[in-house]
Structures are given as C-alpha cells and as structure tokens.
Nanobody, 124 residues
Framework: QAQLVESGGGLVQAGGSLRLSCAAS????????KGWFRQAPGKEREFVAG????????LYHDSVKGRFTISRDNAKNMVYLQMNSLKPEDTAVYYC?????????????????WGQGTQVTVSS
C-alpha cells in the first residue's frame, strides 16, 4: 500500500530550526517527484518546496528561499525539509506529497499522494 508518513514537527522559538522527514512506502515512490506543502488555520494549502525524483532540480516558494532546503535519499525512500531561521508565519501543518511527473511540481493538483501532516508551531 502506497503511503507517506511525516515526522519531525514540533514547537520551536522564532529563529530556531526543525527538520521534517517523510517516509514513503511502496516501490512506486522511488521514482516519484516529492514536495512539501503547508496549511495554516483559515488559509489554503500552500506550496513550500519540491524536488524531482533524481534530486537534480528543486523549487521553493519565495517566502522560504534561503531558509528551507528540500533533499531526498532514494536508497531510504525518504524526503526531508530542513527549516532554518523559522518565523511565526511558518506555523502550519506541513504535508509531504508525491507525483509521477518528470519536472518539479509546484501546484497541489499535480500531486497524487499525500501524507497526514505534521504540526509546526513557531513561537515569537
């Protein structure tokens, strides 16, 4: 059964760091592109970062460029989001997602599989 499971969320002070992890099960994910989205209360789900299956191309939302880094380890079927210099406005539920496109994807509709999410709370 294809599944994505996020971990690593929590409460952190502004300026701090967190590393989110996403474990993919099922061999169909090995050559899938991956991405991270977030959704704050009362807001739409927002693209954060994406990476191609090879890891050769990445894409970031302007609000996280220079602070967040997406990476993947295909041998372990994992994708990560390193978040530095966190701000209160980064507070949201963060979701891992996967798609079968060759190019990096930035829209929710391009993704086929979603995890359940992990809460990230940044206090001021």
């Amino acid at each position: 059964q294809a599944q994505l499971v996020e971990s690593g969320g929590g409460l952190v002070q502004a300026g701090g760091s967190l590393r989110l992890s996403c474990a993919a099960s099922g061999r169909i994910f090995t050559r899938y592109g991956k991405g991270w989205f977030r959704q704050a209360p009362g807001k739409e789900r927002e693209f954060v970062a994406g990476i191609t299956w090879s890891g050769g191309t990445t894409l970031y939302h302007d609000s996280v460029k220079g602070r967040f880094t997406i990476s993947r380890d295909n041998a372990k079927n994992m994708v990560y989001l390193q978040m530095n210099s966190l701000k209160p406005e980064d507070t949201a539920v963060y979701y891992c997602a996967a798609h079968r496109r060759t190019a990096v994807a930035g829209a929710p509709g391009e993704y086929e599989y979603w995890g359940q999410g992990t809460q990230v709370t940044v206090s001021s």
